[in-house]
């Protein structure tokens, strides 16, 4: 399914969601350009358009290699760049963000939406009390939603911080959910949840259990797929780099 819309704030962007992926693309004009070109480059993907040519042309071959586009995006996201030398590049709700520390002022972090800015003397330190605060509002507001409308109710939710595990349920009708999977698409997240969920009804993974997965997220087998490829970048660095200098003004 692909779905394309426009940001009325920002005419220079069009939002494109296909197969459970979300992508922005920027519109550049070009003076140079003769012909509409697509192109995906770290610092994600573009559509650059012949000044007199009208905006929808955009739209149109955004929509025609939404495919095309999705799987190149896809392949930047699972590589990290390590030519860069900004500081240290995370993943974070399912893209690769550069961070970049300032090692100095009040414990602190912000996200603009593209990149994650930290300050602190401790940054790693300020960086995890971030993400655990998100990731709990962030299951929260799924559980809140998806609870409702499967009719199930968990006696307990806990959020740990697992390696392999991103979700669990018990008999009891506990269930526990990775932290760590704040870094990945909303949309997978919210995937774990629906799991866990409906294992409340069916404790297994029976043909049963995945018809009621299914009716609730149908795109769930996009989002198991992005989980086995994408699962092992969900963490943060051991340690900032030294290259990173600290900011002394
Ligand atoms: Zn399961």
């Given at each position: 399914?692909?779905?394309?819309?426009?940001?009325?704030?920002?005419?220079d962007l069009?939002?494109?969601?296909?197969?459970?992926v979300r992508v922005l693309v920027s519109?550049?004009?070009?003076?140079?350009?003769?012909?509409?070109?697509?192109?995906v480059t770290e610092e994600g993907a573009e559509v650059v358009l012949p000044r007199r040519s009208a905006r929808r042309h955009a739209v149109d071959a955004v929509r025609e290699h939404a495919a095309w586009l999705v799987r190149h995006v896809g392949r930047l996201t699972v590589e990290p760049d390590d030519s860069?030398?900004?500081?240290?590049?995370i993943m974070f709700e399912g893209?690769?963000?550069?961070?970049?520390?300032?090692?100095?002022?009040?414990?602190?972090?912000?996200?603009?939406?593209?990149?994650?800015?930290?300050?602190?003397?401790?940054?790693?330190?300020?960086?995890?009390?971030?993400?655990?605060?998100?990731?709990?509002?962030?299951?929260?507001?799924?559980?809140?939603?998806?609870?409702?409308?499967?009719?199930?109710?968990?006696?307990?939710?806990?959020?740990r911080d697992q390696k392999t595990k991103w979700g669990a349920c018990t008999s009891r009708g506990t269930v526990t959910f990775n932290w760590r999977l704040v870094m990945a698409l909303p949309d997978?997240?919210?995937?774990?949840?629906?799991?866990?969920?409906?294992?409340?009804?069916?404790?297994?993974?029976?043909?049963?259990y995945w018809k009621i997965v299914e009716s609730y997220c149908p795109e769930h087998k996009v989002y198991r797929k992005w989980l086995r490829e994408n699962g092992r970048y969900l963490?943060?660095?051991?340690?900032?780099p030294p290259s990173v200098e600290p900011d002394l003004n």
């Open positions: 399914m692909t779905l394309l819309s426009l940001s009325a704030a920002n005419a069009i939002e494109l969601h296909h197969d459970g519109v550049r004009r070009s003076d140079r350009s003769r012909r509409i070109r697509l192109r860069g030398t900004l500081g240290v590049r893209r690769w963000r550069s961070v970049h520390c300032t090692f100095t002022g009040r414990s602190s972090v912000l996200f603009d939406g593209e990149s994650l800015v930290v300050s602190g003397s401790n940054p790693l330190a300020a960086l995890e009390s971030w993400m655990r605060k998100r990731a709990a509002e962030m299951f929260d507001e799924s559980l809140k939603r998806r609870s409702k409308e499967m009719g199930l109710v968990p006696s307990r939710v806990s959020l997978v997240l919210d995937y774990v949840v629906v799991h866990e969920l409906a294992h409340l009804q069916e404790l297994n993974h029976s043909a049963r963490q943060l660095p051991k340690a900032f």
